[in-house]
């Protein structure tokens, strides 16, 4: 999996996610999105490509999609979570207009932000996407192309933790993370992680 390129949003560090204004990515994530598809393109590619509906992960997939030769597959529930009231919002000033409701949010998976999603909701969806997609190819090189929390929730999943760990975790603009479906690709068994945030390519050369 990998997560988007940055945009405006990411630089100022609010929260975006699959309701708010659907920013583009910026010309320092549209940088990065070339950069990962030269890295996936010098690893061999995938064999299968899909990404979140929101803008910035599409535009992500393209340029992947370009490089590697592949066709693309929008899977609706790829989206980043639904940030409902705070959408667009710093985490400060989510702080200010609900005190104390971020970290409470934080340490309960089932509790959905205002009018928006529970960290259990945006994880279920995603792995029946995962499950799905490796069912369809087995053995295959599956790509998603997502978001944040999806990507975060793939990789807890995986190492079986309570979801909240997610919190604990970090991923940078266009960081890939690798999961493998076990024993022998089967996506009712258990997930085994490969790697995590692997950025590598933004420390390179230009794209």
């Given at each position: 999996?990998?997560?988007?390129?940055?945009?405006?949003?990411?630089?100022?560090?609010?929260?975006?996610?699959?309701?708010?204004?659907?920013?583009?990515?910026?010309?320092?994530?549209?940088?990065?999105?070339?950069?990962?598809?030269?890295?996936?393109?010098?690893?061999?590619?995938?064999?299968?490509?899909?990404?979140?509906?929101?803008?910035?992960?599409?535009?992500?997939?393209?340029?992947?999609?370009?490089?590697?030769?592949?066709?693309?597959?929008?899977?609706?529930d790829l989206r980043e979570?639904?940030?409902?009231?705070?959408?667009?919002?710093?985490?400060?000033?989510?702080?200010?207009?609900?005190?104390?409701?971020?970290?409470?949010?934080?340490?309960?998976?089932?509790?959905?932000?205002?009018?928006?999603?529970?960290?259990?909701?945006?994880?279920?969806?995603?792995?029946?996407?995962?499950?799905?997609?490796?069912?369809?190819?087995?053995?295959?090189?599956?790509?998603?192309?997502?978001?944040?929390?999806?990507?975060?929730?793939?990789?807890?999943?995986?190492?079986?933790?309570?979801?909240?760990?997610?919190?604990?975790?970090?991923?940078?603009?266009?960081?890939?993370?690798?999961?493998?479906?076990?024993?022998?690709?089967?996506?009712?068994?258990?997930?085994?992680?490969?790697?995590?945030?692997?950025?590598?390519?933004?420390?390179?050369?230009?794209?």
């Amino acid at each position: 999996m990998a997560r988007h390129g940055a945009t405006a949003h990411t630089a100022q560090g609010r929260l975006s996610g699959s309701t708010g204004q659907d920013p583009p990515l910026s010309e320092v994530g549209r940088d990065q999105a070339r950069r990962l598809a030269g890295a996936l393109r010098a690893a061999g590619g995938a064999d299968v490509l899909a990404c979140s509906p929101v803008l910035r992960a599409r535009q992500t997939a393209e340029e992947v999609a370009t490089a590697l030769g592949l066709g693309l597959r929008v899977e609706d529930d790829l989206r980043e979570i639904d940030f409902g009231d705070w959408e667009g919002l710093t985490p400060a000033e989510v702080d200010r207009r609900w005190p104390g409701a971020q970290d409470a949010w934080r340490q309960r998976s089932t509790e959905p932000v205002p009018g928006g999603e529970s960290l259990e909701q945006v994880g279920d969806r995603v792995a029946r996407v995962r499950e799905r997609l490796a069912a369809e190819h087995p053995g295959g090189r599956v790509l998603l192309v997502s978001h944040m929390y999806p990507v975060k929730l793939t990789v807890v999943d995986a190492l079986g933790v309570p979801r909240v760990v997610m919190h604990r975790a970090h991923v940078d603009p266009t960081g890939l993370s690798e999961v493998r479906a076990l024993p022998a690709g089967d996506p009712r068994g258990p997930w085994t992680l490969l790697r995590h945030n692997d950025s590598a390519h933004l420390r390179t050369g230009p794209a």
